[in-house]
């Protein structure tokens, strides 16, 4: 994947999980890294392990912040040849008992921030008559899942946008395509009891969690042009659990 080596890269959501690990590989891959974050202390300790990425703090929750300051980062990295909308929250609730906060919170950091970046990037990338753009989706946003409405609208609404986008901007040699994780082992599943684990992997064929390794080479796949004729797409990455 040496044609990543100098790319300029801006992810949202680096900082753990499925983003740091993507994080990990394009740093390997010599890629010029932007990294959009919301925890200053998760920020801080990013900039200490990787020191040549670039880190923002960014609240996706409000349209006009993104507005503001996602052109500056992009100036900021001398342009954009990679977006990869990462970042994401879930407020689970069954659907009576669901809040407007907790609604419109989830909708607005996993649906709306992603529209927003995407287009601003396009503009760039319109201007350097190329671009690839990754949005990482889930799963559940093909099954659906109880107690999840906002998160699998969510999830749901950007695959069918990131259809629309690959539509509008093929011609102008933007790619835009979904990597969709299954369940996949971060900080938050080791606190999984052992009982609701085994259950999972009832329903996984590969019979193991994913790795955060797994989800980012198919990321690194679609960033590079490796990919050249790929749009529009989701590559599901999620041991077989669910099967397009």
């Known amino acids: 994947m040496n044609n990543l080596k100098n790319k300029k890269?801006?992810?949202t959501g680096g900082s753990r999980g499925i983003g740091l690990s993507v994080l990990e590989a394009l740093y390997k891959y010599d890629a010029k890294i932007l990294t959009i974050g919301s925890n200053s202390n998760n920020l801080e300790n990013l900039k200490k392990n990787f020191?040549?990425?670039?880190?923002?703090?960014?609240?996706?929750?409000?349209?006009?912040?993104?507005?503001?300051?996602?052109p500056k980062f992009i100036e900021t990295l001398g342009g954009i040849d990679v977006l990869i909308n990462n970042a994401g929250i879930t407020k689970d609730n069954l659907t009576l008992r669901m809040k407007e906060e907790e609604w419109k919170d989830v909708i607005d950091v996993n649906l709306n921030s992603v529209f927003f970046t995407c287009q601003i990037a396009i503009k760039a990338m319109i201007k350097n008559k190329s671009g690839s753009i990754v949005n990482i989706t889930s799963v559940v946003g093909h099954t659906g899942n109880a107690g999840q409405a906002n998160y699998t609208a969510s999830k749901a609404g950007v695959v069918a946008m990131t259809k629309s986008l690959a539509k509008e901007y093929a011609k102008k040699n933007i790619r835009v395509n979904c990597v969709s994780p299954g369940f996949i082992a971060t900080d938050m599943t080791k606190d999984l009891?052992?009982?609701?684990?085994?259950?999972?992997?009832?329903?996984?064929?590969?019979?193991r969690l994913g790795t955060g390794n797994d989800i980012a080479n198919a990321v690194i796949f679609l960033c590079s042009d490796n990919s050249s004729y790929i749009t529009g797409e989701t590559i599901h990455v999620n041991g077989g659990m669910y099967m397009a």
């Open 51 to 70: 020191p040549n990425i670039i880190v923002e703090q960014l609240n996706l929750k409000n349209q006009n912040d993104i507005v503001k300051q996602f």
């Open 9 to 11: 890269v801006i992810i």
């Open 193 to 207: 009891k052992e009982e609701y684990k085994n259950e999972l992997l009832k329903n996984i064929p590969i019979n």
